[in-house]
């Protein structure tokens, strides 16, 4: 018997009223196993001096005229798990995917004493539980499609470089109604 291809199967089942488990686009495979194989090309990944409402509503304009999804990433440089996260988006198959689904904007929270205002845009009113935290919006609605999940990637350097991956992978559904916003 053979197989019926992903995108037919993902169409049936949406017809029968089940919502398929991914239809995003897949992470890139990437050659590492391990974080400690990751080339580390920069430590200061986030500007400390830059106006990051300013940062962000760049970021926003660009991700509604070029058609993709807002990646705010909120950290800071003392932060290794923020490190290895940048360094593993700097990956060159990695960086052709995020340019391709993505607008980012790098906004430095300090130890958590600067730059509240930006999650408190998208609800995040209290102490950021950890970091990096990632917000994917919806340039199309301002919300946080990845709302249950902001936090998934601040124990990073715990995770294999293709979790990474394909967390950030995830988001790029081309129906993101399915996905829970905030």
Known sequence: ???????????????MGMAPAVLADPAPKLPYTKMADLP???MQVYDEKANADQVVDDAMARAKKNHKLLLIDMGGNWCPDCVVLHNLMLV??????IDAHYEVAMVDVGKFDRNPQIG???GYNTRLKGVPTILVVN???NKVINSEQVFALSDAGHQTPQDLADYLARWTDPQPSQVSER
């Open 1 to 15: 018997m053979s197989k019926l291809p992903p995108m037919i199967v993902a169409c049936v089942i949406g017809t």
């Open 40 to 42: 580390i090309v920069s």
């Open 92 to 97: 060159p198959a990695m960086q052709k995917f």
């Open 120 to 122: 408190a845009r998208y």
């Open 139 to 141: 340039p199309k609605t």
